[in-house]
């Protein structure tokens, strides 16, 4: 799980989430007294309300921070817990609006409302909701919560050899005889006294050169025989290596070793 995939609407989904278990545990009706319930003493509104939420939340984190898409029953783990969202937030309205459900003839002429758990609930699973449907649809909600970190400056006289994926202005272990190491990423091979590397090679274009870059949303990565089918997702707040610029868009290289087209670079973060 990669938590800094994790977007700004995650971080609203988590806090609402926050906010409906500390409400489960406040007074459902107001009053006075120790004897005033919570929800943890009517089962049917804490599970569709409270919990319900909670766990809507959960599956949209996981999902999110997962590198692959998981379903269950048929259904992705996010489109589940928005949906749970959702119910969550339908419960609470139409249960503010009458807090006493069937039980109103039996305190006939008593004023009993909502009390701070029903209300804060209220909020917490409105707030839920809306940031579960409106992360997908609001850029703002679609930035990374952990921001990228900043890449280290320069080495002198340009030499930045990008050396460990996910970390870039790496140092390389130089080699005995004092050049870089053959087969590094971003470097040409070479022999230990300056002769041509055995073997055919394909150079790179005149105009390119490998660099580090981070994606501000979470993006897909393409194979290169044009597949529809995406091999992996880049996540926000990790470095990926550019190797070369290809017909379909970007190649980029993961911090496994796997190589794919990355299609959409608007807005990237060249490091």
Do not use: H
Request: net charge negative; proline share 13%; no cysteine.
């Amino acid at each position: 799980m990669n938590i800094r995939s994790l977007t700004r609407g995650d971080g609203v989904v988590i806090g609402a989430a926050v906010l409906l278990f500390i409400a489960s545990f406040l007074d459902t009706f107001d009053g006075s007294g120790d004897d005033v319930p919570n929800a943890w003493d009517n089962l049917g509104l804490l599970m569709s309300m409270y919990v319900g939420g909670i766990i809507g939340a959960a599956l949209i984190v996981v999902a999110r921070a997962l590198p692959q898409p998981r379903k269950v029953i048929g259904l992705d783990l996010g489109q589940l817990g928005v949906a749970l969202t959702i119910v969550a937030a339908w419960t609470a309205l139409w249960t503010i609006i009458d807090p006493l459900g069937a039980f109103t003839d039996a305190f006939d002429g008593a004023d009993i409302g909502a009390g701070t758990g029903l209300i804060l609930g209220l909020i917490g699973a409105l707030l839920l909701a809306a940031g579960a449907v409106a992360t997908p649809l609001v850029p703002a909600l679609q930035a990374g919560l952990i921001p990228a970190p900043k890449p280290p400056q320069p080495q002198p006289y340009g030499a930045q050899p990008p050396a460990g994926y996910g970390y870039p202005g790496a140092q390389q272990q130089p080699s005995p005889f004092g050049g870089p190491q053959p087969g590094q990423p971003g470097q040409p091979g070479q022999q230990p006294f300056g002769g041509p590397q055995p073997g055919p090679a394909q150079p790179p274009a005149a105009d390119f050169s490998p660099f580090w870059f981070a994606v501000p949303v979470p993006r897909p990565l393409y194979a290169e025989d044009g597949a529809p089918t995406p091999i992996a997702e880049l996540a926000p707040g990790t470095w990926y290596l550019a190797v070369e610029q290809g017909a379909q868009g970007l190649v980029a290289q993961t911090q496994d070793g796997r190589r794919g087209v990355l299609r959409d670079t608007s807005g990237i973060q060249r490091g």
